[in-house]
């Protein structure tokens, strides 16, 4: 990270008088191409929802930081996942999502792949000299299935989920019980040109949702809004009301709240008031500047009614499109000669629902990471 300012050890140290990360850390590919190896090939990184890997030959391919992943349910109903690549000459092996045939066979020159990883046959091999069937196996990357979603991680070496997240699946079932029975209901893909950081930071405090989000202001309280913070995750709770211009709630939801959960590195989970469905921002940073968003909407039928339909629609064409505005001007504003290079956090002694210490607390975890070993 040669040519980048570097950050004091006690970095947002005290919370009331803390300054963002410098603007090159949001613009510079020499910070970025440091993130891909310290922070994401090291952390687990979530891609899904259980539904879409729930029977045998089920799989889904994502793109995580250049790497292109193969997640899968084999035969024997293990999770694995691999390296979405043939260890003979790199092609890829699967491309979106659906049911695997009981081999994965490779385009280019037929090798075929037991689900399991091992090469069941490489044409012509019993001609070959020295052939090694035990080193043509497809390479594999460690996958877990979480508090009902699925998550993987780079690092062969890593520990499990809950120890990179210790205590966040027992909040997030206690605020959606029903999690493992969804299904997926929508997803919108976007290539967002801002940095994954930008949107952490746009997720991670309820500042803008007055003046950004009128709708989602008019159901959720934001005078009796808490942001509480974690050791990798933190939890933005509020009490919620019925609005006509977003969540219309049924009379039988008692105490109808939202829970919004981020998980380290840059995950987020909502349950909106009622509790029996959910809402998911995937991020699959890109470049420095471009970050692939998955944004995914979970109910328990498969069928969506029509309130429900209205409901999908209303974030497709409402509040997510206010955040993507939102973060691709801020992506673009750190670029110009008008900013002073850091914005001031504006953390209150109340820690009130408008109150931005859930940035602190993410700016303090990343400023570990640059730190010299």
């Known amino acids: 990270m040669n040519n980048i300012a570097p950050l004091a050890p006690n970095f947002c140290a005290d919370p009331e008088n803390a300054w963002t990360l410098p603007k090159s850390y949001y613009t510079n590919e020499a910070v970025f191409e440091f993130e891909k190896e310290k922070v994401f090939a090291n952390s687990w990184i979530c891609v899904a929802h259980r539904s879409e890997l729930a029977q045998p030959n089920d799989y889904i391919t994502r793109q995580v930081i250049g790497e292109n992943i193969v997640v899968l349910r084999d035969r024997d109903n293990v999770l694995r996942a691999f390296y979405n690549v043939c260890p ?87 605020a959606c019980p029903v999690i493992d029975d969804l299904h997926l209901g929508a997803r919108f893909v976007t290539e967002t040109p801002a940095n994954w950081k930008s949107i ?92 692939l968003q998955h944004y995914e909407i979970y109910f328990l039928n498969k069928e969506l009614t029509e309130e429900q339909q209205k409901l999908v629609e209303w974030y497709r064409d409402v509040f997510r499109p206010e955040d993507l505005r939102l973060v691709e001007s801020v992506q673009r504003g750190l670029k110009s000669r008008g900013y002073r290079g850091q914005g001031r956090i504006m953390v209150d002694q109340q820690r009130s629902g408008i109150s931005e210490h859930g940035i602190v607390h993410f700016h303090q975890k990343m400023a570990k990471q640059y730190q010299p070993a």
């Open 88 to 174: 003979h000459r790199g092609h890829e092996l699967l491309s979106g999502s659906g049911r695997a045939r009981n081999v994965i066979t490779c385009p280019y020159h037929a090798w075929t792949f037991k689900l399991n990883g091992e090469l069941a046959h490489a044409r012509n091999c019993e001609n070959v000299a020295n052939f090694d069937k035990d080193k043509s196996s497809l390479v594999p990357v460690k996958a877990e299935e979480y508090a009902g979603f699925v998550f993987i991680n780079l690092n062969p070496d890593a520990g499990t989920v809950e120890a990179q997240l210790p205590g966040l699946q027992a909040r997030m079932r206690e």
């Open 200 to 291: 952490v930071d746009n997720y991670m405090e309820c500042y803008h949702c007055g003046p950004a989000h009128p709708s989602f202001a008019d159901s959720v309280q934001v005078d009796r809004y808490w942001h509480t913070l974690h050791e990798n995750w933190s939890l933005q709770f509020g009490h919620a009301k019925s609005s006509e211009k977003s969540f219309k709630l049924d009379e039988s939801v008692k105490d109808p709240s939202f829970a919004g959960f981020w998980a380290w590195p840059c995950t987020m989970f909502n349950v909106p008031p009622g509790a029996n469905f959910m809402t998911v921002i995937y991020e699959f940073p890109a470049s420095a500047e471009v970050t």
